[in-house]
């Protein structure tokens, strides 16, 4: 089955840490994308890359950083600057950039800070 | 810059109501629209989308038609049911400069049998 995977659901991170959050799709797409959720709030856009070895900061990248090495990954880093990372992360993919070309959504990973 | 601008929630309707939730959006140029639906710890999935004015999008009974002269595309369904509970989510992609979605602030939808 193709479609995008997201690991780990849930993350605890203690402040001063930096965590990675996964994101992999075998859909063979082009663009990639990570949205940050808060409570009751839409989709906020952190980073998205149009192509392997090219990304782009969105709205909100401050205490964020990515990498694209490879066409199927797209990881996340909330580092210690990001002062509220608390929230739930989500990756999405699409075969290209924006237009009409839909995104697909992973599950979502949930990140706590204790 | 874009944006979309949806009625504020929580939406509750008994079980075989008339569902709308109204969005507008602002944009640069045509942009296309999409609606999204999450269920509770779930990502989102794509429940309809329309490219271009007059376009009428469609989906397990939702419908949406892309209004280009009010700026609007607004979600219908004839007949909700209690599995249609869930938080929808209006978007727009527009064809230049970074592509990404915009997204407005969702509707949570409480359908009681």
């Known amino acids: 089955d193709g479609g995008i995977t997201q690991s780990p659901k849930y993350l605890f991170r203690k402040e001063g840490q930096n965590v990675t959050l996964s994101c992999e799709q075998n859909?063979?797409?082009?663009?990639m994308y990570w949205y940050r959720q808060d409570p009751g709030q839409g989709l906020r856009l952190i980073y998205y890359?149009?192509?392997?070895?090219?990304?782009q900061k969105g709205d909100i990248a401050e205490g964020y950083s990515v990498s694209r090495e490879k066409k199927e990954s797209f990881p996340l880093t909330v580092t210690s600057a990001q002062k509220n990372p608390t929230a739930f992360y989500l990756c999405?993919?699409?075969?290209?950039?924006?237009?009409?070309?839909?995104?697909?959504f992973g599950p979502g990973t949930r990140l706590t800070v204790l | 810059g874009n944006s979309v601008t949806q009625m504020e929630g929580p939406v509750t309707l008994s079980e075989e109501a008339f569902l709308t939730i109204n969005c507008t959006y602002t944009?640069?140029?045509?942009?296309?629209l999409f609606w999204y639906v999450q269920y509770p710890g779930e990502g989102l999935q794509l429940l309809l989308k329309?490219?271009?004015?007059?376009d009428k999008g469609s989906n397990k009974g939702f419908e949406a038609t892309y209004r280009k002269e009010t700026t609007s595309f607004h979600l219908e369904k004839g007949s909700v049911q209690v599995s249609d509970s869930a938080v929808y989510f209006c978007?727009?992609?527009?064809?230049?400069?970074?592509?990404?979605?915009?997204f407005g602030s969702g509707t949570r939808l409480q359908v009681q049998p």
């Open positions: 999405a993919s699409s075969r290209a950039s924006g237009g009409t070309d839909t995104q697909y």
């Open positions: 859909l063979n797409h082009d663009a």
């Open positions: 890359s149009q192509i392997v070895n090219d990304f």
């Open positions: 944009a640069t140029g045509y942009p296309s």
């Open positions: 329309a490219t271009k004015a007059d």
């Open positions: 978007a727009l992609s527009d064809h230049t400069g970074r592509r990404a979605l915009t």
